[in-house]
């Protein structure tokens, strides 16, 4: 698998794009953090402008109307973002990541000229529906049940937790097809729009942070959708497992870039705090125990980025990256939970103080170390890769 776009960015038309997201996330997203956690929403205004910076597009193919940047370029680009509060980057994020990459990896070419400019400009929002109230880590164990009526499939069942469920205009869903295959087996992907009858989505969930999200569970009854709408055609039956795994490995470079891009913010924070405040009569960052906390932090920020970097060029130079993107998922999100952790302990007291916003982001990346895959299925990801490389005669 080749994860280039053919029609991949320049360099320069790369880093004016990564420049401008970096001043819209300074000057435009940081400065409206508070708004968005005291509304719990995300202005309209600033998603409009996100749509004309052309955020909703990053991943989509410059041929469908996005921008067609490569993991790497999406990494850093992302790391950016990244560094405001995380309910602006999940606002387009489904769009650029695990909504529209089953489409653009497995789709056929009609779903693709039908779906990915709409994605691309952010007139349509995807979610990706693999979850269930009875299938988080197995998502192999699902139940929601897609059968074959004429030319048509039913679908009915639910979902959880989905990101962007009432903001989304179609899901890439995974259901059953084959009701007698056991686990991941048996799973087709389709696309589903969703207006189409008989689908219910719930009120949106309140959670511990990243205010200005929305996840909401939904419902399926009696939904029908043309047999067309399975994503890569009726070719890719029962291959639909496959393709939600293509699109998480590549959605865990992802959110490692925003693991990143928090822990990043939080050193910036955690620094500047350090140099200002004074205590024994002197600024708390002459002091040696504050210095390794901060320490720690920067090296193990550098390690999240160049293992990220690494996955990323792998993926785009055709490499599958299964173990490096679950290695890259894990250390950087791990990575911004310690630094979170430090970050609220150099600030003391007022780290602990809704006043500052190591507060809210100590709370906020907590999620990162669970959606996409909990750092317990990365470690389990990695480990049966390198047994089976191991098996495979390959040695470190
Ligand atoms: N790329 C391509 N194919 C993959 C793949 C990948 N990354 N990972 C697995 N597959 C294939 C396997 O090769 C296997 O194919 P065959 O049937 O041809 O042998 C098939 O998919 C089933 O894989 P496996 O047997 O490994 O499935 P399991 O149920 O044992 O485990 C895990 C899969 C646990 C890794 C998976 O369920 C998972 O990632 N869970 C977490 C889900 C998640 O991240 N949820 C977050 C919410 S969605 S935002």
């Not at 193919?61 to 790391?79: C, H, K, N, R, W």
Request: aromatic residues 6%; charged residues 25%.
């Amino acid at each position: 698998m080749d994860g280039t776009p053919m029609d991949a960015v320049d360099q320069e038309t790369f880093e004016q794009i990564r420049d401008a997201v970096r001043r819209f996330t300074q000057e435009r997203l940081i400065p409206a953090e508070r708004e968005v956690e005291e509304t719990d929403t995300v202005p309209d205004a600033i998603v409009a402008e996100m749509k004309e910076l052309g955020l909703f597009g990053l991943s989509v193919p410059q041929d469908y109307g996005g921008m067609g940047l490569t993991l790497s370029q999406e990494f850093e680009v992302i790391a950016e973002v990244g560094q405001a509060a995380l309910a602006f980057r999940s606002v387009f994020g489904t769009n650029v990541g695990i909504g529209s990459q089953g489409i653009v990896i497995d789709g056929t070419e009609a779903q693709k000229a039908e779906w990915l400019p709409g994605l691309a400009s952010g007139e349509v929002v995807a979610s990706f529906a693999l979850t269930e109230p009875d299938a988080g880590s197995d998502a192999g164990g699902l139940r929601t049940r897609a059968v074959r009526d004429g030319d048509d499939f039913v679908i009915n069942g639910s979902k959880r937790y989905i990101t962007n469920a009432n903001r989304a205009t179609i899901l890439s869903l995974m259901a059953r097809t084959d009701p007698d295959a056991k686990g991941p087996r048996g799973i087709s992907a389709f696309i589903v729009p969703t207006e189409t009858p008989g689908i219910t989505i719930g009120k949106h969930d309140h959670k511990m942070g990243q205010r200005g999200t929305r996840t909401c569970d939904i419902t399926f009854e009696d939904v029908r959708i043309p047999a067309a709408n399975m994503i890569g055609g009726e070719a890719m039956l029962n291959q639909g497992f496959k393709t939600a795994m293509k699109v998480l490995d590549r959605g865990r470079i992802h959110m490692a870039a925003l693991g990143v891009g928090q822990s990043r913010r939080l050193i910036n924070e955690a620094v500047g705090y350090a140099l200002e405040r004074k205590q024994f009569g002197q600024p708390i960052a002459d002091f040696q125990l504050m210095q390794a906390l901060l320490a720690d932090s920067q090296a193990e920020l550098y390690a999240s980025e160049c293992l990220s970097r690494d996955a990323a060029a792998r993926f785009d130079a055709g490499q599958r990256i299964t173990l490096e993107a679950a290695c890259a998922k894990m250390t950087a999100t791990e990575t911004a939970g310690k630094i979170a952790d430090r970050a609220v302990q150099i600030f003391g007291g007022a780290g602990y103080m809704t006043e500052y916003p190591v507060e809210r982001i100590y709370r906020d990346v907590r999620l990162m170390r669970i959606y996409e895959g909990t750092t317990q299925i990365q470690q389990l990801i990695i480990a049966r890769n390198m047994l089976d490389r191991h098996r495979n005669g390959t040695r470190l």
